[in-house]
């Protein structure tokens, strides 16, 4: 076990590997790293859901626990996992709450992605080490989906085993349609969600709204997609 350090970190940031990369360049060796069960739930709920993003975070804790079993760090899981109520009001900040709280408990370091959080992190006086998210690929010069819009197209609903609809018309006169031959497939649906989340992370006209169990929001450019 790896001896206890004075540094103490909280992290919300396992997507992209920044506690491990920490680690193995020395800044943040013989450190106590904690991971707030909320994080662990979130990367459950994307990975089960075929989400890239919750694939990479739980290779992150793997990766950890492997330091930790060189010495290298000490790694601990800590808090409550999300209930359903907490989850139901994530768009207002509970878990990123739960999370803080836990900082503050603990004395610790939160590193965390989240720009929002650590701007509330740092007004309630806790030491933040934020890092941007990593940009993995090349933003796509347009998204699949455009495809579906036109310049009556107020939004678009895609759903697995549904052909897509479309909400068209001028205010006042709105009508659903429906804009495609064939229901979607699961497989299609996963592509678009990992271009939108590829375009996202890469384009500096994508950023990430919401991101919690089985909710996620971004803007990319002019849409806004759930």
Same mark, same amino acid.
């Given at each position: 076990?790896a001896?206890?350090?004075?540094?103490?970190v909280? *992290?919300?940031a396992?997507i992209?590997?920044h506690?491990s990369?920490r680690?193995?360049?020395?800044?943040y060796?013989g450190a !106590?790293?904690a991971?707030? %069960?909320a994080v662990?739930a %979130?990367?459950e709920?994307?990975a089960?859901?075929g989400?890239e993003?919750?694939w990479?975070g739980?290779?992150e804790?793997?990766?950890?626990a492997?330091?930790?079993d060189?010495?290298?760090? =000490? +790694?601990?899981y800590?808090?409550?996992?999300? &209930?359903?109520?907490?989850?139901?009001?994530?768009e207002?900040?509970?878990?990123d709450?739960l999370i803080?709280?836990? !900082?503050a408990e603990?004395?610790? /370091?939160?590193? /965390?992605?989240?720009? +929002?959080q650590?701007?509330?992190?740092?007004?309630?006086?806790?030491d933040? %080490?934020? +890092?941007?998210p990593e940009?993995?690929?090349?933003?796509?010069?347009?998204l699949?989906? =455009?495809?579906?819009?036109?310049g009556? *197209?107020m939004?678009?609903?895609?759903k697995t085993?549904?052909?897509p609809?479309?909400k068209r018309?001028a205010?006042?006169e709105?009508?659903f349609? /429906?804009?495609g031959?064939?229901?979607?497939?699961?497989?299609?649906?996963?592509e678009?969600i990992g %271009?939108?989340e590829t375009a996202t992370? !890469? &384009?500096?006209?994508?950023?990430t709204?919401?991101d919690?169990n089985?909710m996620t929001? +971004?803007?990319f450019g002019?849409?806004r997609?759930?």
């Amino acid at each position: 076990m790896a001896p206890r350090s004075a540094r103490s970190v909280i *992290t919300s940031a396992v997507i992209d590997g920044h506690v491990s990369e920490r680690v193995e360049s020395g800044s943040y060796e013989g450190a !106590a790293i904690a991971v707030p %069960e909320a994080v662990v739930a %979130e990367l459950e709920s994307q990975a089960n859901d075929g989400r890239e993003s919750g694939w990479d975070g739980l290779e992150e804790l793997q990766r950890l626990a492997e330091l930790a079993d060189e010495g290298a760090v =000490e +790694v601990e899981y800590v808090g409550r996992r999300p &209930s359903d109520g907490d989850r139901h009001a994530a768009e207002e900040g509970a878990v990123d709450a739960l999370i803080r709280d836990l !900082a503050a408990e603990r004395g610790a /370091t939160l590193l /965390t992605s989240d720009k +929002v959080q650590s701007e509330v992190a740092r007004a309630k006086g806790l030491d933040v %080490e934020y +890092v941007d998210p990593e940009i993995r690929g090349d933003a796509p010069e347009r998204l699949a989906i =455009e495809d579906f819009f036109d310049g009556e *197209t107020m939004s678009v609903h895609l759903k697995t085993g549904v052909a897509p609809m479309a909400k068209r018309g001028a205010v006042g006169e709105m009508r659903f349609e /429906t804009i495609g031959d064939e229901p979607l497939t699961e497989d299609a649906l996963r592509e678009w969600i990992g %271009e939108i989340e590829t375009a996202t992370r !890469a &384009s500096s006209d994508g950023f990430t709204e919401l991101d919690r169990n089985g909710m996620t929001i +971004v803007q990319f450019g002019e849409y806004r997609i759930a």
